[in-house]
């Protein structure tokens, strides 16, 4: 349920999970039921903020973990566990590059993009492009490539420092940042995961699946806190 992905900029989340297979989840019309006992993957798709008085109280990280605990008890055959999440601070992230001019790892993308966008020689500012092209409708596949590297870039190294003194920082997103503090891994950037008008004034329609390891998830969370380094199931 993409409408229910959402997270505070402090993390607290709340969280549902859905046991899946790979046979067809349809009626009697296009295939049969699956079994919950043939589940081999649980999806974490409702992610949401709880009441501010409990921000700082990091309930989220403690009922993922409780839930996936549960879960593999009762279905020792599930072997992936990931979230379906948004990416709310895509947009925002990229009309500030555009105004900026500063485009974090991504200038050869935003030239590209600019190429992409326009159809003549007007002149018009990237900023003006993406304003008028891409933030109204949903993009066309012919900007699925550079759209999903830029939403790449802007997960793996658009980041803010924790505070004024301090040399480490964290990414920007603040769902990235509640899963990969939990020690999770970017897994996937899914294309029109999220058609709704929302997903696309927030992201451009990207969702993200972060994954979890359990055998790795102390050792991903000590290696985020210490660098501040995005890890990914990708190159």
Known sequence: NSNNNNSNSNGNSDS??????????????????????????????SITATQPGLSGIDLGHQLIMRVAQRLRFRFPDIHTYATLSPVPGFVRWLRRQCDDDNW????????????QLSNDDSGDSLRQLVHERL????????????????CTAYLVHAKQRVSSTSKISRAVD???????RNGAVLHRINWHGDVSRKGIRQSLGFMVNYRYDFASVAANHDAYVATGAVPTDFD
């Not at 790892?105 to 030239?111: G, R």
């Not at 993009?139 to 550079?146: A, D, K, W």
Request: a negative charge; hydrophobic letters at 35%.
């Open 16 to 45: 549902n999970s859905n046991s899946n297979s790979n046979n067809n989840n349809d009626n009697g019309e296009h295939g049969t039921l699956a079994s919950e006992d043939d589940a081999r993957v649980c999806i974490f798709y």
């Open 174 to 180: 603040p769902v990235a940042n509640f899963h990969i």
């Open 135 to 150: 933030l109204n409708q949903l993009p066309g596949v012919e900007l699925r490539g550079v759209l999903t590297r830029l």
């Open 104 to 115: 974090c790892h991504a200038d050869e993308l935003a030239l590209e993009l600019r190429e």
